[in-house]
Nanobody
Framework: VQLQASGGGSVQAGGSLRLSCSPY????????VGWFRQAPGKEREFVGS????????DYTESVKGRFTISRDNPRNKVYLQMNSLKVEDTAVYYC????????????????WGRGTQVTVSS
């Protein structure tokens, strides 16, 4: 594991959380970074991604307008700001890095973190 996702927790519906992703031995500015999530009993799904310089951001439809991905390359961090959380956002969230910007294809991401749990209650 060469990435670390953090910032997960429990929150009520309508609340907010900010996840962070940082690498152990990789310079993030050289890679696009994606966020994925896996809910219990479901397949892992793409949440969003950000290009190396942050100019391109892509989101899955269900989180558009609620989630925002940003990056701080000097600090070697990528963030996932999650607002207006819904119960259906409950999942383990993973960050991953890729040389391909804007892709939702998991196979294009070569380094993954362990994930952080986000639980949204009604």
């Amino acid at each position: 594991v060469q990435l670390q996702a953090s910032g997960g927790g429990s929150v009520q519906a309508g609340g907010s959380l900010r996840l962070s992703c940082s690498p152990y031995k990789r310079t993030f500015s050289n890679y696009a970074v994606g966020w994925f999530r896996q809910a219990p009993g479901k397949e892992r799904e793409f949440v969003g991604s950000i290009s190396r310089d942050g100019d391109r951001k892509d989101y899955t439809e269900s989180v558009k307008g609620r989630f925002t991905i940003s990056r701080d390359n000097p600090r070697n961090k990528v963030y996932l700001q999650m607002n207006s959380l819904k119960v259906e956002d409950t999942a383990v969230y993973y960050c991953a890095s890729s040389r391909v910007p804007g892709t939702s294809d998991e196979s294009q991401y070569d380094v993954w973190g362990r994930g952080t749990q986000v639980t949204v209650s009604s």
